[in-house]
């Protein structure tokens, strides 16, 4: 997630927190050693994206459910 | 890490080979999963010239334009900053005539290696770093044992350029390894004794002085006002064989399994069958309020994220660490 791949993952998240969902979340990484990558860097990356740029995403939109 | 020790975790890990760790990009990963990993700085460690790309201060200079914009890089991966810089004068470097090999054991090299240390200190200074971390001498198999004399020669460099780090504001701490021609426990006291302490730190290393038969906990001990930096890994060998002197111990002792069939020396925290003690290291580390960086590495080790992320889990899960 986060290096030019074609989902819009903070308009997914702010969409999953308006609707109310609250099943898991599960991050997954099909073929991620395909041309010389890691899964464990994968997973890395993908918990850092999380932290720091779906967080964000997920609390504005928390923040405009509240409001309502 | 949120917590009274400061910690950073160790680059080096990542650079495997000549062309692994050259794109941006694929710095951009390592520096996401350190900061995933709850690591906020980072050491680096110098290399040989242009593929080291974050290696060197002159290319990472080029790279990035300037201290400012490499540590605007950083901290694209929420990376904050640098704790230290590992600079070894004994390795060969790229000049314009080509590769230069200099031995602070050598006094004919002494003037050049001291010049040699200047954009070192100059770039650790610049980007906000606290140490410059060395590797005070060559390997123990390349020369004939130093005895006292040549320890004091090999001092004598260190206090010229503790005079340069202590000027620019930043510390010069020797780091042992397991190979170097300063081996035993006394011939460290040796070196340590003859540089100035108001100048020249020491730093240790848990698994380096483990493979070198020297207990990291007794030593840290012994010469706690002395340690000014940290690396902390696992080993699970010791050298019961004076395997050091291996003619080309660099390969055949740590890559080539010292005829042993050690397929590799250095392993992340928690490995079973670890020898370093590492609660009671970290807590004498507490108990004497030291106040330096400890820096997690897991060099010559397997995939750098799983040992990253492995790492990160035995300071949480068994330190009590908070991320």
Known sequence: ?????????????????????????????????????????????????????????????EAEVAAR | MKDSLRWSYALN???????????????????KTVS????????????????DNISRPEVILLNHGSHQGFLDFLRTAKVQGVSSMFWDPQAPA?????????????????????????????????????????????????????????????GEVWNRIGELTSAAGIGLALHYDCLGAVHTADELRGLLSATDPATVGFALDTAELTVGGIDPVAFYRENAERVTHVHLKDTRYADTGEEYR???????????????RIERWF??????????????????????????????????????????MLNSWYLQRVLGVTK
């Not at chain 1, 074609?6 to 702010?14: R, S």
């Not at chain 1, 099943?23 to 997973?43: F, I, M, N, P, R």
């Not at chain 2, 397997?302 to 990253?308: I, K, T, W």
């Open chain 1, 1 to 61: 997630m986060g290096e030019g791949g074609l989902v819009d993952f903070p308009a997914l998240m702010k969409e999953i927190v308006r609707s109310g969902y609250d099943g898991w979340l599960t991050v997954e990484h099909d073929k991620a050693e395909l041309g010389g990558g890691s899964y464990a860097e994968a997973t890395a990356v993908a918990k850092w994206y999380i932290d720091n740029v779906l967080a964000e995403a997920q609390a504005e939109a």
């Open chain 2, 94 to 154: 790229e000049e314009e005539e080509g590769y230069a090999f200099r031995s602070t054991a050598n006094p004919a090299d002494s003037d050049a290696i001291v010049e040699w240390a200047k954009p070192f200190v100059d770039f650790v200074a610049g980007v906000g770093a606290e140490q410059l971390v060395v590797r005070p001498v060559g390997s123990a198999w390349m020369s004939p044992p130093l005895g006292e004399d040549g320890i004091k020669l090999v």
């Open chain 2, 13 to 31: 890990q990542w650079n495997l080979r000549l062309d692994a760790f050259v794109r941006h990009e694929d710095q951009q990963r390592a520096l």
């Open chain 2, 36 to 51: 995933a990993c709850g690591f906020d700085h980072i050491e680096l460690a110098s290399g040989t010239g242009r593929w």
């Open chain 2, 246 to 260: 291996m003619p080309g111990a660099e390969a055949t002792m740590l890559k080539g399994g010292a005829g042993r």
């Open chain 2, 267 to 308: 392993f992340e925290l928690g490995t079973e069958g670890g020898l370093v003690d590492v609660p009671a290291f970290v807590a004498a580390l507490r108990e004497n309020d030291y106040p330096g960086w400890v820096v997690v590495e897991s060099d010559h080790g397997g995939n750098p994220a799983e040992l990253a």
